[in-house]
């Protein structure tokens, strides 16, 4: 039975049973006790609970780990005490990282008078942040680089990711909320339920495909609501459990379609998280890096307000946006 079977069939049983009962549905969503809620419970398909899902998704066996050296970059990025040398080191290890870095170093947009030939020479043009961000990057996506589906393009699906990790981070920066590479870890790993509904639960993936291409106005998240009982955004916040990501981040994946801004439960803080990648996603998507149609380019007005609290129109905002462009490329060109 596959994993897509399981869940159906946990999901019939537990309907069947709370019908018997004439309960109340359980809720939908958190992934673990104190994982966030979705804004959107009540009106959700998926009626599992927490452990039911947990219970079906830890049957998948070989279930990517956390790239060890993104592990050390992230130390690094919170260490304080980290500077280039430190991050060239972990860098050098890794031949093809390395390579990576130095195509992205002497792109267009780094380009200097001489070619870069060492990580050091690509940490002083690049800065240490853009390094430690391209390390990051890079090494997840080296993760799930055998991961492919018809009508799936990995590096279209990247492109999106990369571009909402550097929009999440200016938005968190000129609405004063934080200038922090939390934002953009949280941006970069927002979608990252999709490459687990690609590679193990492959007919799910199809059958949105086939529903998107008579109707491609259709966002891959509403084919996921309407037709099936879990999403991208639960099964992306189960893997960010299992790589122990901070409870932010959980929280931007489990709720970047729906920021639950009118919750009491959770702190404005971490709503702000899910708001901000919320924007970025569809602001992404107005800019041409979108993807699959999954969040659609139109914005709530209040979710914007709470982000922005009166101080910027949209229009400043995508001004801001588009300032990111050649760097999102200059990124994207390592893919
Ligand atoms: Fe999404
Ligand atoms: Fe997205």
């Known amino acids: 039975m596959g994993l897509l079977d399981a869940i159906k069939r946990a999901k019939e049983q537990k309907i069947s049973a709370v019908a018997a009962v004439t309960a109340p549905l ?16 009540e009106h959700s398909p998926a009626v599992l609970g927490v452990e039911d899902l947990n219970k079906i998704l830890d049957s998948i066996q070989d279930i990517p780990t956390l790239p060890s050296i993104a592990n050390k970059v992230i130390q690094a990025i919170n260490d304080p005490q980290s500077n280039s040398k430190h991050i060239a080191d972990i860098v050098k290890n890794d031949p093809a990282l390395t390579a990576r870095l130095l195509k992205v170093s002497n792109s267009a947009y780094y380009a200097g008078f001489s070619p870069c030939t060492s990580v050091q020479n690509a940490i002083t043009r690049m800065g240490l942040m853009q390094i430690k961000r391209m390390v990051f990057s890079i090494s997840i996506l080296d993760a799930f680089d055998k991961y492919g589906a018809a009508g799936f393009n990995i590096k279209d699906f990247w492109k999106h990711s990369i571009a909402v990790a550097y929009n999440t981070r200016t938005i968190g920066k000129i609405s004063r909320f934080r200038d922090n590479e939390e934002l953009f870890t949280a941006g970069l790993l927002h979608d990252l339920g999709m490459l687990i509904i690609i590679k193990y639960m492959p007919e799910m993936f199809d059958a949105i495909m086939k529903k998107r291409e008579i109707s491609p106005e259709i966002s891959f998240y509403e084919c996921e609501r309407a037709d099936f009982p879990i999403s991208h955004c639960e099964i992306g916040s189960w893997l960010s459990v299992r790589w122990q990501m901070s409870r932010e981040i959980q929280s931007v994946i489990f709720n970047h379609h729906n920021p639950p801004i009118d919750s009491t439960i959770f ?58 462009k050649a760097m999102i490329e200059a990124a994207v060109s390592a893919l």
């Open 26 to 41: 359980p809720h939908s969503g958190p992934l673990q006790a104190d994982a966030p809620v979705s804004a959107e419970d």
């Open 267 to 324: 702190e404005k803080d971490i709503v702000m998280f899910s708001a901000i990648v919320y924007l970025a996603d569809r602001l992404s998507t107005r800019l041409e890096a979108g993807f699959l149609n999954d969040s659609g380019t139109e914005i709530d007005e209040r979710i914007f307000n709470f982000v922005f609290g009166g101080s910027s129109s949209e229009e400043e905002v995508v001004g801001h946006l588009l300032k990111n």
